[in-house]
């Protein structure tokens, strides 16, 4: 499609930015979920969906949805914490859990997702660690919305999609406290996982309050043949304490139409150093990579060769802090403007590598050193919607987002430069438009990207040959556009066809970091030109009183793409600059016979390719692997309120075997089960039981069974918690 077909297009559709599929576990959410209640919503009701800026109705989004609510979310940390096991369990694109604090190969139909926290963005695309995906206790959390496929709505990095984290917020009247403790174990002295939390939540009259606070301790994980699992190179959930504190008070004047809300958020989680790695054995290349002993971890914290401790302990350290005014009555409109500061330190464990040696600094093979991502944004984010705007049933919105994010990465024991401060500025004005017409709604828009990278002059390291590199300033101007139909055929089904146009950078600190060749420039480095990507998607979606189901076919190309593969010789990653095609299936339903029985099905099914080469444009019949496009998955889950205050609910989860000739990559599947049970005693409180991997299936991670250097790695075994949760 050329640029005056394009411009066109949207002029003649201009709207709200078209998302991609089905709603599922979605609606209108309640103060205070029941952790018994086998779904979130009364039947019939409007599903409302906040993460198009503006609340809209589900069945008027051009795009695949899923809205993992309340009760989900409570059923979730029963079972886990892991919050992106939550996402691999509920959303079809999103692709298998790692299963530590690393989220690298995590991906959303084949590409990054951004991660928002009430809408602010927690994804640091300069410089990607893979470590901010676990940036909050999912207990101040009150859903989750998803939104497939490329979006620039909210400016760079949502590649995949949109995953919005929405936070809780006091609604019913009074002085209200809750008090959760949680134990989990997998039958070892040091497995067990502690946890205690509590809020408080106060309305009166106009006034609202909402605060949380937890604290959590977790021991060494173990696989089902009771083996412990190794520690990644790049951090994990396990043997680490975190704390969460959160904060959120908001006002409403001028006769409920206008609101003030503060938050305040600081998380973190840090490692314990109780245990070090040990490598396991991994089979020769080529043959079945599940058949080898996994990676492990033996007690005691990594030593130098005198007894001495090497590293400070690893970390992820999230400050957000935001303030928000909304006015609903704002010349016939309703505008929405939030301020805000985040700050993300994400530090990673130390080791010896030959690329952290410096003989200036103390003889080769003696240095031993940790880097540290550090991230400081600030930014704007506004919008202004009016329902009927000229005509009946034409609603406009508008606005612009302003951001300013610094992010470099350093290495914290010797305080060397590793990626230098990457001074990224953003003006992204948008506008949209739909129109409702009966049974049909369009929907289209345009947004201009302007953004520039400031990078100063730096030094690389010694192990990159210590050349000196021109800084200079990377400017990146895109107008991206959008565009979507929807046809309500009656009986409950819809159809809609939609076109959308993402931007994001590529994983600038990498290409930075590696320059160790003389008479190099940041602005003459083609690894750092920006990433635009075209997704088209199409669905039928049917919603009634028994249920509802989607399906829906999706294409998404980026010219000059972004991807990982794995170096031969170091087993590090190594990103490409290639054409990349990918394109899938997203199946989700939900059938509810009872009003206390509920079904869940969902099917991701992937494919990617590119070419052989960078800078090669020959066809793109390279298949890209499981560290870019998961296996196809299949996910399915009962719940059964079997008396008004006890439930009970089994789920499933099988990864498929998958073979990629042309990259000679041969994952297993696996098929896990894991199960919940609640019940609420009058006046006392609710008492959860967990339990993942019900089976204690021993499996290997569809990602380990590729050769990543310290990556081979088992699934957790059977872990089961208790979990007690007082309101009053």
């Known amino acids: 499609m050329n640029n005056h077909a394009r411009l066109s297009l949207a002029a003649l559709l201009l709207s709200s930015v078209a998302l991609p ?151 019913d009247p009074g002085l209200h406290f809750s008090v959760t403790g949680r134990l989990g174990t997998q039958f070892r002295d040091d497995s067990m996982i502690a946890k205690i939390g509590g809020t408080i939540a106060y309305k009166a009259d106009s006034v609202d309050v909402f605060a949380a606070a937890s604290y959590a301790s977790r021991g060494i994980t173990y696989d089902a043949n009771g083996r412990r699992i190794g520690l990644s190179a790049s951090s994990s959930l396990a043997d680490s304490k975190q704390i969460n504190l959160f904060l959120k008070i908001g006002t409403d004047f001028a006769g409920d139409t206008q609101r003030l809300e503060a938050t305040a958020s600081f998380f973190k989680l840090t490692g314990d150093g109780d245990y070090h790695y040990v490598a396991g054995v991994r089979p020769p290349a080529g043959t079945d990579q599940t058949t080898g002993i996994p990676d492990t971890a033996l007690p005691g914290p990594p030593l130098s060769p005198t007894g001495q401790l090497l590293f400070a302990p690893d970390f992820n350290r999230f400050q957000q802090y935001a303030l928000n005014y909304s006015n609903n009555a704002l010349f016939g409109g309703s505008l929405v403007a939030t301020l805000y500061y985040a700050k993300q330190e994400m530090r990673f464990p130390g080791d010896n590598g030959s690329d952290k040696q410096d003989p200036r600094i103390a003889p080769l093979g003696t240095i031993f050193d940790q880097s540290e991502i550090l991230s400081k944004k600030y930014g704007l984010r506004t919008s202004y919607t009016h329902p009927d705007f000229l005509l009946k049933g034409l609603e406009l919105r508008f606005g612009a987002d302003v951001v300013h994010d610094q992010t470099q990465q350093y290495l914290a024991v010797t305080n060397r430069v590793w990626v230098p401060p990457m001074n990224y500025t953003s003006f992204g004005p948008y506008v949209q438009l739909s129109y409702d017409n009966g049974p049909i709604t369009l929907s289209g828009g345009w947004r201009h990207e302007d953004g520039r990278v400031k990078v100063d002059d730096y030094t690389t390291t010694y192990f990159r040959n210590s050349v000196f590199v021109k800084g200079g300033t990377l400017k990146y101007k895109n107008d991206l556009f959008n565009a979507g139909v929807i046809g309500r055929l009656g009986a409950g089904f819809s159809v809609f066809a939609t076109y959308g146009e993402g931007f994001t950078l590529p994983n600038v600190g990498i290409p930075l970091r590696n320059v160790n060749v003389p008479n190099k420039t940041v602005e003459g480095l083609l690894d750092l030109q920006a990433v635009i990507f075209k997704n088209k998607e199409a669905g039928i979606n049917w919603r009634g009183k028994w249920g509802n189901v989607g399906i829906s076919y999706y294409q998404s190309y980026s010219k000059l793409g972004s991807s990982l593969s794995v170096d031969p010789v170091t087993l590090d990653y190594v990103l490409n600059r290639r054409p990349i095609k990918i394109y899938g299936i997203d199946f989700t339903s939900e059938f509810r016979p009872t009003s206390t029985l509920r079904f869940n099905l969902l099917y991701s099914h992937v494919i990617g390719k590119t070419s052989s080469a960078n800078g090669v444009t020959s066809p793109l019949k390279t298949q890209l692997g499981v560290l870019n496009i998961a296996p196809d998955k299949l996910n399915g889950q009962v719940a059964w309120q079997f008396i008004p205050q006890g439930s009970i609910s089994l789920g499933v989860t099988n990864y498929f075997d998958r073979d990629l000739s042309t990259i000679n990559e041969h994952t297993k599947g696996y098929t896990l089960f894991d199960m919940t049970a609640s019940y609420k005693f009058a006046k006392v409180g609710t008492l959860s039981l967990g339990v993942e991997n019900l089976l204690n299936k021993f499996y290997f991670l569809s990602s380990s069974q590729i050769n990543i250097f310290n990556n081979y790695f088992a699934g957790r075994g059977r872990t089961v918690s208790l979990t007690f949760r007082a309101d009053f």
């Open 21 to 171: 599929a089905a709603a599922q576990d979605a609606g209108p959410q309640p103060a205070s979920p029941s952790a018994t209640d086998p779904q979130d919503r009364a039947d019939g009701k409007e599903i409302i969906v906040t993460g198009t800026r503006t609340p809209k109705a589900v069945d008027k989004i051009a795009g695949a949805v899923v809205v993992i609510g309340p009760a989900e979310v409570q059923r979730s940390l029963t079972i886990t914490e892991d919050v992106t096991a939550v996402l691999a369990r509920t959303v079809p694109g999103y692709s298998e859990s790692n299963q530590t604090l690393n989220t690298l190969g995590e991906t959303m139909r084949g590409r990054t997702a951004l991660y928002l926290f009430d809408g602010i963005p927690q994804s640091t695309p300069l410089r990607d660690g893979s470590r901010n995906a676990t940036f909050t206790d999912l207990a101040v959390v009150d859903r989750i919305e998803v939104i497939g496929g490329a979006s620039a709505a909210e400016g760079i990095g949502a590649a995949g999609g949109i995953i919005n984290y929405i936070t809780k917020r006091a609604r």
